[in-house]
């Protein structure tokens, strides 16, 4: 209950900022962006929201069911619309998925620079005997 609580007061917020503040985003990427800020602050701890957060991708498909039933109600303007709608939805799919491997190759990187500086740091022990690894 306290992950629930704890992405819902952030979405409140995000919603009341965007209001009060007349922000050109939405509320609930105002309050996305928020709660991942207090992530890597160290302000909200990942284990509690973990297991919220896993429910929810795990029934994502629910969450869309209401946006495609809407869309039902568009298919004449989809219709009129297609290709422009189509390069859309392609070109925005490519960037995604380019930034997506940009980033993920970064990280993986930064990882493997970080591991290998761990494993050839001499260890506490080592340093106070005045033996190092050579």
Known sequence: MLGLAILLAFNLIGIGLQMGLH????????????????LFAK??????????????????????????????AF????????????????????VVLVVTGFVTSKLQRHDEKEHHRRVNQPSAEQKSVGGGIS
Do not use: Q
């Open 43 to 72: 302000i909200i701890k990942l284990e509690w929201v973990e297991t919220t957060a896993n429910w929810f991708t795990g029934h994502m498909m629910l969450f869309f069911l209401p946006f495609v039933v809407g869309t039902m």
């Open 75 to 94: 298919f004449p303007l989809i219709g009129a619309n297609w290709l422009s709608i189509g390069v859309g939805v392609i070109g925005s799919s490519v």
């Open 23 to 38: 922000l050109p985003l939405p509320g609930n990427v105002i309050g996305l962006i928020l709660f991942t800020i207090a």
